[in-house]
């Protein structure tokens, strides 16, 4: 789903649950391979998801403790709108990433018909545009 502004179920696809993801997380940790987990482009049902996991079974399951995002002037509403405030009560750390929109905030791209073809404002359409602010 990433690019997508919101939320759609027929976008939906099968993945790995949570629980098996954090419990060989936490057997990597137990064997020094890592220190600490994070998540990216994660949403505020799946934060607070593996957060209580990892409450409820700490010595099941691994506590992510950052999550890296896009978080700019332009793509803000994805973290503001619900992650800021699952982080905020679950010490879960922003690391955020496209702090300039992929260019966008720089002027880099004032002229639509010039931006390159492998550019991620093409290759991720609808990502870095006013509208998710």
Known sequence: ?????????????????FEEQL????????????????????TPYGVCSMIELAKRDPDQYAKIVSIQNSYSLVVRKDFEAGLSESCFMHN???????????????????NPDKVPMNARL????????????
């Open 1 to 17: 789903m990433f690019g997508s502004p919101d939320f759609s179920p027929s976008r939906m696809w099968d993945s790995t649950p």
């Open 23 to 42: 419990a060989a997380l936490k057997e990597l940790i137990g064997e020094g391979k890592i220190r600490y987990i994070g998540v990216s482009n994660e």
């Open 92 to 110: 879960v750390g922003l690391m955020a990433y496209s702090p300039l929109s992929a260019g966008v905030l720089t002027g880099k791209y004032q």
């Open 122 to 133: 093409r290759l991720f359409p609808g990502e870095y545009t006013q509208h998710n602010s």
